[in-house]
């Protein structure tokens, strides 16, 4: 948000373990002969484990969007509960953005494709997506979601909804159909 704010204090000594968590650094708190581990939570360094309590929503005009994909608004970003990597090992996370905005099924209506990544939650491909459809009312509805990354085909499925052949490591790609249902 462009402003500086404390993210640790207290007595003691400060160490780094020489990993990282979220790209943050996890540090090593000594203080009265006791040693704590402390990992960044997006607001604050705490104890390691200890789970930040669930911000409230901000005034986000894709709130909407990143709700019906079912994402919460955490640690001041947007989460669908992927851990966020593994604190021993430093594996990165990238929260929930916003990746295309378009009218995909041709209904007049904007849809969005989300992603998040993370090697921890997502393997080699370490990347999932969600589709939102944009709702004559002006809701959203999630049609899909996958791990892998999309790559709309020019080849159709009823009410007009793309095919989406779905990228990932290695050379066979599955590719899906909107039924009507479901992909």
Same mark, same amino acid.
């Given at each position: 948000?462009?402003?500086? #704010?404390?993210?640790?204090?207290?007595?003691? @000594?400060?160490?780094?373990?020489?990993?990282?968590?979220?790209?943050?650094?996890?540090?090593?708190?000594?203080? =009265?002969?006791? *040693?704590?581990?402390?990992?960044?939570?997006?607001?604050?360094?705490?104890?390691?484990?200890?789970?930040?309590?669930?911000?409230? *929503?901000?005034?986000?005009?894709?709130?909407?969007?990143?709700?019906?994909? $079912?994402?919460?608004?955490?640690?001041?970003?947007?989460?669908?509960?992927? +851990? +966020? =990597?593994?604190? /021993?090992?430093?594996?990165?996370?990238?929260?929930?953005?916003?990746? /295309? #905005?378009?009218?995909?099924?041709?209904?007049?209506?904007?849809?969005?494709?989300?992603? /998040?990544?993370?090697?921890?939650?997502?393997?080699?491909?370490?990347?999932?997506?969600?589709?939102?459809?944009?709702?004559? $009312?002006?809701?959203?509805?999630?049609?899909?979601?996958?791990?892998? *990354?999309? +790559? %709309?085909?020019?080849?159709?499925?009823?009410?007009?909804?793309?095919?989406?052949?779905?990228? =990932?490591?290695? %050379?066979?790609?599955?590719?899906?159909?909107? @039924?009507?249902?479901?992909?």
């Amino acid at each position: 948000d462009g402003q500086w #704010r404390r993210i640790l204090e207290g007595a003691g @000594n400060i160490a780094t373990t020489g990993t990282a968590f979220g790209g943050w650094f996890v540090l090593a708190a000594s203080a =009265g002969g006791q *040693i704590t581990r402390l990992h960044f939570d997006g607001t604050a360094y705490g104890p390691a484990g200890a789970k930040p309590a669930a911000a409230a *929503i901000p005034k986000d005009p894709d709130a909407p969007i990143f709700l019906a994909a $079912g994402f919460k608004w955490q640690n001041h970003r947007w989460e669908s509960g992927c +851990d +966020d =990597g593994d604190p /021993e090992t430093g594996n990165s996370y990238g929260p929930g953005h916003i990746d /295309e #905005r378009r009218d995909l099924n041709g209904d007049g209506h904007v849809d969005a494709v989300i992603s /998040e990544g993370g090697i921890y939650c997502y393997g080699n491909t370490g990347q999932a997506y969600w589709i939102v459809a944009g709702q004559p $009312g002006g809701g959203w509805k999630l049609m899909t979601h996958e791990i892998g *990354i999309p +790559d %709309f085909r020019p080849t159709r499925g009823t009410g007009g909804w793309p095919d989406i052949l779905i990228g =990932g490591p290695g %050379f066979c790609f599955p590719k899906t159909r909107w @039924n009507g249902r479901e992909y």
